[in-house]
């Protein structure tokens, strides 16, 4: 289990819960914090968040990184960027910081 501290678009922070293995995009669209218009393809990019340690963000999925490059004349693309419908929660992301991105 880990607790994400998610900073929304608005600036508020709420603590969000989700089982080690859970897709992150399911736990942050639970909690009506992301849209993730294309469900989960990695094609819409409306799932972006900004890990603020950026060592924690994992490394990016070839399609993930597609649509990122993609999203760069639109919104800033961070070291931390990562488009939640493409991790897996682990234990080592419980106090993980992490915010939501602008619309693109």
């Given at each position: 289990?880990?607790?994400?501290?998610?900073?929304?678009?608005?600036?508020?922070?709420?603590?969000?819960?989700?089982?080690?293995?859970?897709?992150?995009?399911?736990?942050?669209?639970?909690?009506?914090?992301?849209?993730?218009?294309?469900?989960?393809?990695?094609?819409?990019?409306?799932?972006?968040?900004?890990?603020?340690?950026?060592?924690?963000?994992?490394?990016?999925?070839?399609?993930?990184?597609?649509m990122l490059e993609s999203l760069e004349d639109f919104v800033e693309i961070k070291d931390g960027s990562r488009l939640c419908c493409q991790m897996t929660?682990?234990?080592?992301?419980?106090?993980?910081?992490?915010?939501?991105?602008?619309?693109?």
């Amino acid at each position: 289990m880990a607790t994400f501290k998610v900073t929304t678009q608005g600036g508020e922070t709420k603590d969000v819960e989700a089982p080690d293995g859970t897709i992150l995009m399911q736990a942050l669209n639970n909690a009506l914090l992301v849209e993730a218009t294309c469900g989960g393809a990695a094609s819409c990019g409306t799932c972006h968040v900004y890990f603020e340690d950026a060592s924690l963000a994992g490394e990016r999925t070839e399609d993930e990184g597609y649509m990122l490059e993609s999203l760069e004349d639109f919104v800033e693309i961070k070291d931390g960027s990562r488009l939640c419908c493409q991790m897996t929660v682990e234990a080592r992301h419980d106090g993980c910081a992490i915010e939501i991105a602008p619309e693109a």
